[in-house]
């Protein structure tokens, strides 16, 4: 069946990098995401990758994705305190609207 | 930066009363959506609705639930009769075909 799963903590020392890492099952995925939710706000869209790319660079952020062992992840450069937050891993399957999301990470920045 | 609304940010509502929680999408979102998140679980897809009609619906969305958008500018979400389960985060979110933005959620606590 679907499903989508991520380490639930990380924490990183500032002016380190952060690695999210996540898995999921379905090998038919055609986008995957990274959403950022910080406390009480909705999640923000912070990057996609088509499943038929390895790597997608955006400033700090780089998507590693290996189709072949069906892992994601997130790399922040330069890790800061405004990026305490919790990131969730999303995949949309084909021929479907919705997304699947994994349980979160939350990650903890400290000085 | 144009961003999804969601109103009440919070609704506090008696078993078996309706409940409609709306959302604001940016005014170029073709497509539209509703999750929710119960406490300590998942993000969880509930409807998906282009072209002023479902496109995609989950086993969760019963026939309790219902969407519309009414004047094209409004999506709301209309439980008929809440139950205790029902007591979640409620995130609708639009989009583009590949992309989609999320409002900042209404909590629903159901008595």
């Known amino acids: 069946g679907e499903d989508v799963e991520q380490s639930l903590f990380l924490s990183v020392r500032e002016g380190d990098s952060s690695v999210i890492n996540c898995t999921y099952t379905?090998?038919?995925?055609?986008?995957l995401y990274w959403y950022k939710q910080e406390p009480g706000a909705g999640l923000q869209l912070l990057t996609y990758i088509f499943s038929n790319m390895d790597m997608k660079q955006d400033q700090r952020l780089t998507v590693l994705l290996n189709k072949k062992d069906k892992h994601l992840s997130l790399r922040i450069a330069d890790t800061q305190t405004g990026d305490s937050a919790i990131y969730f891993c999303?995949?949309?399957?084909?021929?479907?609207?919705?997304?699947?999301f994994g349980t979160g990470t939350r990650l903890q920045v400290f000085p | 930066e144009p961003e999804v609304t969601q109103t009440p940010s919070h609704q506090v509502t008696q078993m078996g009363q309706e409940v409609i929680l709306r959302c604001v999408p940016i005014?170029?979102?073709?497509?539209f959506y509703w999750y929710r998140q119960i406490l300590g679980q998942k993000v969880e897809f509930l409807v998906s609705?282009?072209?002023?009609?479902?496109?995609?619906k989950s086993e969760i969305f019963d026939d309790q639930f219902s969407v519309e958008r009414p004047d094209g500018s409004n999506f709301t979400l209309k439980i008929r009769s809440t139950k205790l389960e029902d007591s979640a985060m409620y995130f609708c979110?639009?989009?583009?075909?590949?992309?989609?933005?999320f409002g900042p959620g209404t909590r629903l606590t159901v008595l």
């Open positions: 999303a995949e949309r399957l084909h021929n479907t609207d919705k997304l699947i």
């Open positions: 379905d090998s038919s995925s055609t986008y």
């Open positions: 979110a639009g989009g583009g075909e590949n992309t989609q933005y």
């Open positions: 609705f282009y072209n002023n009609e479902i496109s995609e």
């Open positions: 005014s170029n979102h073709l497509y």
